[in-house]
């Protein structure tokens, strides 16, 4: 059967070698990710379109890896509330402080925007079986996509993973392997799963369509902000891929003509007993070295040597923004704060958000008339036994 060509290729996000998007699409030779870049990106005129269209992240289609006629494997993720939080505000000297709340999403995360895509993407490939490393959410992401698309799913968590997100993983039917160790162990586990199996592997940048779907986080931000750019965006980071992609989006909706003034300052908040990109960021290095002993309640958090490295620091260093750490103690207080103050049932990466916007803002980087955009990323309870 002969196939039209996609209307987007990939390009090595390190060496810049370029490849057909036709099929399964790994990393590059070079070992570094692939980014999508597509043909032609819809004239601002095209706005107007988004009016009939449903709130799910597949209202912005044409920015999205999805050829005439496919339809996604999809479970309503995106439309998430951009929620005010005005007592925070008030209490922490902000006068326009917003949470993007992900804890809405399908499976409880922003993980379900990035895997729906690449699932999506995979099972237009002939894919029916995909593994899967995660500190959690991404694993009950993957099993809820997987069965939504008719495949399998392998998961491989830490055994110190949240009780309730184990629970969910295997609520969707995926099969659940437990790893002494942490999210580079379970790596090292399912790239062996996917040799042994042909099983898809779509760890965090292993595969170029997760990055699309986080994408959506910003296009969808910047529509709810009527078309303009926050000040700062404020992003806890392990394996980086929101921040890569709200990044990407900010890139392709400024060169697209849709929205004028500068991209948002962009910052990596990470917890302190495991913060590589923070550290890479202060020694001026453009990759991170392996965090040794990583530690945090943060699960998501935990990621000692994210494989998008380079392109975290890109974004920080090019949007202007930086990496600051905070302590479990402070993030665990800023969900509390989330919580009780706002309503928001902050997860522990979300309150590390919160935290590391209040330390942005005690160091002079956030100034008090900003605009200051923090995200929640998944919900609380997966966090609760
Ligand atoms: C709730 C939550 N927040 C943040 C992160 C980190 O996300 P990213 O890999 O996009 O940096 C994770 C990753 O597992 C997560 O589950």
């Given at each position: ?59 912005y289609r044409e920015w999205l890896p999805l050829a005439e006629g496919e339809q996604p494997v999809t479970l309503g993720e995106g439309g998430t509330p951009l929620l005010p939080a005005p007592r925070l505000a008030a209490q922490h000297g902000f006068s326009q402080l917003w ?5 809405t999403n399908p499976t409880g995360s922003f993980k379900a925007r990035g895997l729906a895509a690449a699932v999506t993407r995979a099972a237009h490939a002939g894919a029916a079986s995909f593994v899967v490393p995660t500190a959690g959410n991404a694993g009950v992401a993957l ?243």
């Amino acid at each position: 059967m002969k196939t039209a060509p996609l209307p987007w290729s990939l390009e090595c996000s390190a060496c810049g070698k370029t490849r057909a998007a036709q099929g399964l699409a790994g990393v590059c030779e070079c070992g570094q990710p692939y980014l999508v870049r597509y043909a032609a990106v819809p004239p601002p005129g095209a706005r107007s379109a988004l009016a009939e269209r449903d709130w799910t992240m597949w209202r912005y289609r044409e920015w999205l890896p999805l050829a005439e006629g496919e339809q996604p494997v999809t479970l309503g993720e995106g439309g998430t509330p951009l929620l005010p939080a005005p007592r925070l505000a008030a209490q922490h000297g902000f006068s326009q402080l917003w949470v993007k709340d992900e804890s809405t999403n399908p499976t409880g995360s922003f993980k379900a925007r990035g895997l729906a895509a690449a699932v999506t993407r995979a099972a237009h490939a002939g894919a029916a079986s995909f593994v899967v490393p995660t500190a959690g959410n991404a694993g009950v992401a993957l099993a809820a996509y997987a069965a939504r698309a008719g495949a399998q799913a392998r998961v491989y968590a830490p055994a110190s993973t949240p009780a309730t997100i184990l629970s969910q993983i295997k609520t969707f039917g995926g099969d659940l392997v437990l790893v002494e160790g942490h999210i580079g162990d379970c790596g090292a586990a399912a790239r062996a799963f996917a040799s042994a199996t042909g099983a898809v592997d779509v760890s965090t940048l292993r595969e170029p369509y997760r990055i699309e779907g986080k994408k959506t986080l910003g296009l969808e931000l910047v529509e709810q902000l009527d078309w303009t750019f926050p000040d700062a965006v404020v992003y806890p980071t392990g394996g980086g891929t929101g921040l890569i992609g709200m990044w990407k989006a900010f890139g392709e909706l400024a060169r697209a003509g849709w929205v004028g003034g500068m991209p948002p300052r962009m910052y990596s908040v990470q917890a302190a007993g495991c913060a590589p990109v923070v550290r890479a960021f202060e020694d001026g290095a453009d990759s991170c070295p392996e965090w040794r002993d990583p530690s945090t309640i943060a699960a998501g958090l935990r990621v000692p040597r994210p494989l998008g490295d380079r392109l975290i620091l890109r974004a920080l260093r090019e949007s202007g923004g930086a990496a600051v750490a905070v302590t479990d103690a402070q993030l665990r207080t800023a969900a509390c704060e989330l919580q009780t103050s706002e309503g928001i049932d902050a997860c522990p990466e979300g309150g590390a958000a919160l935290a590391g916007a209040l330390e942005l803002k005690a160091r002079g980087l956030i100034r008090a008339r900003e605009r200051v955009v923090v995200f929640n990323t998944g919900a609380g309870w997966l966090y609760r036994a």
